[in-house]
């Protein structure tokens, strides 16, 4: 008898392995013509005009004040056509509008009415790739998009995360919908997904920071309290209905409220709209919230006032009148770890068994997991080829190493152990031609290496002949004025770019005094005192960088000050 997966199993599939759902929720809009391009540029706040056939982006459209009309994902699929991704309750607010500033321009707008299979997890490409053997290649970025045919009809599969971990999203007939979820699953029985419920599609979206129309934001809300400004918005394209706004407060600073995460500690989830308060002072506002089974915490979105985002800050607040203690977080609350990162984690596990058991079977099926996740982890495929050739699985060994040949015809390793191989199975011709061209490899990377080498050389003095006369400048520029921020910072640049870190301290220290809410200078300064060994001094810059990028809504160097902060808390003694 069949049972079926509790939500902590469906949650382990995505994380882990891989699962799927039907997105009922979602719609599919097709955009086309050949003034497309030109028109959504006029429209939308991302640059369409960066886009190639193939590629995609987060978008939103918003009105005069900057508020909230639709947000969406938009993918190009040919030279004047594109497909629009959108929220289902959000589609004819979006249909409406586009409709509405349509005059001369020779675009056509239509409802597609496809399925929408999510396919998520670590796993979903290795899997679509076994069951589809007509995809030649899968859309890598986020929001990339490609079309292949099975049986004859058009497939779309776009790069899609809707849980925080790598997914793909595929249009396809209705009429495939069961055929399509039997092959995934009987594909490959050991990477098999598992059907997702809506209880755990909305704790993987939580997790992953994905704010919900009509849950978490709607048209009362500007584009930049929602947080998706940092990938929705083109600072640098021409004119559209709202780009004052979204300028100005990126300018002068960040919006009021805005949405970021909180850990809540206890064992009651807070109400959605319910008010925060500290010291009976609104500071925000809950709203979506859920158990994490990633964080073993309860969490919820909120929106919160500026004065209080800066992360990892305990706080003792009210929720609608009852005490809760909760920490502010950035968002996401869950990072998932690249495919690369898993495949070599799994390699290095091998590795260890080995050593340890001295076994050859778990090793073995944990490097075929790592090339799955990795088809170009080179170090994998060796590792599992001398296992193999261990077991006196020759042919195995050989057909592995043909593989990475084919995928990087200057692997040096896969020809020597193809020349072993065969000389174990006395093929001696073949293991001479595999010797020879692995020693004419060896000798064009010397070759190469030593062009490179040189020509670092030499570009390393020019570096440095520029570098001393923009020391030369700097310093010009702050006898004249000492607090001079951009002096500072360029000096201090420099010291740190030629390792000089004792002259790199002043001039940051200089910055970060003077100009309190210079996000990239505190990045600079903490990196100088890890140089110098100076860790504890360090992190307390990291924290005070952190507060002020918060404040300010400077999203990279707050996430690197974050990840950085992390790393130094983790290897303190």
Known sequence: MKTTPSPQEEHRYIREKAGYFFLGDWALVSVSG???????????????????????????IVDRKARLIATFSLHRTGEDSSVLLVESVQKEKLLNHLGAFLFREDVQLETLNPALLALQGPASAHILERAFPTLETLPEKPNDVC?????????????????????????????????????????????????????????????AGIPLYGKDM????????????HNSVSYNKGCYIGQEVIARIKTYGAPNFALMGLILEGSVLPVPGCEIRLDSKKIGTIKSSTFSHSLQKNIALAYIQKDHRSPDIDLEVTLDGTPFKVRTCLLPFYQPQARKDRSQNLLTRALKYFKEQEDLEQPIALLRKAIDLDPKNAPAYEALGVFLSKQNKLDEA?????????????????????????????????????????????FERAVSEK??????????????????????????????????????????????????????????????KHYEDYSAAYVLLAKTLEKLSRPEEAIEVYRTGIAAASKKGDLMPLKEMQQRLRQLLHTRP
């Not at 999203?169 to 069961?178: F, G, I, N, R, S």
């Not at 670092?456 to 400048?473: D, P, V």
Request: proline share 5%; aromatic share 6%; no cysteine.
């Open 218 to 229: 709607d048209e009362k809300n500007i584009l930049p309290e929602t947080g998706l400004e």
């Open 398 to 442: 050989i057909t592995l190493m043909k593989r990475l040949v084919e995928i990087d015809p200057a692997e040096i390793m896969a020809h020597t152990n193809l020349s072993i191989y065969y000389m174990k199975q006395g093929r001696i011709e073949e293991a001479e031609q595999e010797k020879a061209e692995a020693t004419a490899l060896q």
């Open 147 to 207: 079309s292949f045919n099975v049986d004859g009809q058009p497939v779309l599969a776009i790069n899609k995360s809707l849980t925080g971990e790598e997914g793909f999203l595929l249009a396809l007939p209705v009429q495939w919908k069961e055929e399509t979820v039997q092959r995934l699953l009987e594909t490959d029985k050991e990477y098999a997904p598992i059907q997702v419920g809506p209880h755990t599609r909305e704790v993987l979206r939580i997790e």
């Open 451 to 512: 062009i490179v080498k040189k020509e670092n050389l030499e570009e390393a003095k020019n570096t440095q002949a520029e570098r001393e006369q923009k020391i030369s400048m700097f310093k010009q520029v702050l006898e004249i004025d000492s607090a001079d921020q951009v002096a500072n910072f360029g000096l201090g640049s420099v010291y740190f770019d030629l390792e000089r870190y004792e002259e790199a301290l002043p001039p940051l220290q200089t910055v970060v």
């Open 34 to 60: 050949p003034d497309v391009f030109t028109y959504l540029q006029t429209q939308t706040t991302n640059d369409v005009t960066l886009l190639k056939p193939g590629q995609g982006q987060s978008s939103a």
